[in-house]
């Protein structure tokens, strides 16, 4: 079956500090990936998706960038963080057969 | 583009009660997906339920259900018989199936509070 991780599950981090966050996907092959931002109290803000390896597209301009090294490898990215991009980050992959978009446990981000 | 609004920023029902969460869509893309996920206070996003734009019939899973009206281009789900554990925040999403992937667009949620 397959299954999503991400992590770190919570991370706080000063203005200006870089970010890593990390989401992989085991037993698809070719998936297509998400990055999502969920602010305080607010829905859900589509950041990237990928359709395949070193294929990204950007939603909205900000301070974020995403990348996929592999297949199965999302991250999600910063050089500076700014206190605006506090949050819930979730990855999530799309099962092609019914359109579902499977999340991860998600990623509780805040900066200082 | 596509649109997703859900305009009840919370609701209130009693256990055992049926509510209905409202959610209207705006797209003019003949083939698109509605979806409903349940997000508690974890964090998760559960998937509930699936309606696509060309499915006759209304989608059921279990207690959840998917009142689709085309005409009106609305969404709502309904939860019947609502338990303690139905409390959360839901979230209507949409998705247009013939750009060759699909990306999900979500409306800004509505928190469902069931008390005893």
């Known amino acids: 079956s397959q299954t999503i991780h991400q992590w770190p599950a919570t991370l706080v981090q000063p203005v200006g500090s870089p970010l890593s966050l990390e989401c992989t996907v085991e037993?698809?092959?070719?998936?297509?990936l998400y990055w999502y931002r969920q602010a305080a109290g607010r829905g859900l803000q589509l950041l990237f998706y990928?359709?395949?390896?070193?294929?990204i597209s950007s939603e909205v301009p900000q301070n974020l960038s995403a990348s996929r090294p592999q297949d199965r490898q999302f991250i999600l990215s910063s050089k500076k963080l700014l206190l605006s991009d506090s949050g819930f980050y979730l990855c999530?992959?799309?099962?092609?057969?019914?359109?579902?978009?499977?999340f991860g446990e998600g990623s509780r981000l805040t900066v200082l | 583009a596509q649109k997703i609004t859900q305009t009840q920023p919370g609701m209130f029902v009693q256990e055992k009660e049926a509510v209905t969460l409202d959610c209207t869509y705006d797209?003019?893309?003949?083939?698109?997906?509605l979806f409903w996920y349940k997000q508690p206070s974890s964090g998760e996003m559960i998937f509930l339920i699936y309606?696509?734009?060309?499915?006759?019939q209304n989608a059921t899973e279990g207690r959840y259900s998917l009142n689709f009206q085309k005409a009106r281009k609305s969404a709502n789900l309904v939860i019947s018989a609502s338990q303690l554990g139905d409390s959360a925040m839901y979230f209507c999403?949409?998705?247009?199936?013939?750009?060759?992937?699909?990306?999900?667009?979500f409306g800004t949620g509505t928190r469902l509070l069931v008390s005893p």
């Open positions: 990928s359709v395949g390896i070193g294929q």
């Open positions: 999530a992959w799309t099962s092609w057969n019914t359109g579902e978009l499977f």
């Open positions: 309606q696509g734009s060309y499915d006759q």
């Open positions: 797209t003019s893309d003949p083939s698109y997906g």
């Open positions: 999403a949409m998705s247009l199936m013939n750009t060759g992937f699909q990306k999900l667009v």
């Open positions: 037993g698809t092959s070719n998936p297509n």
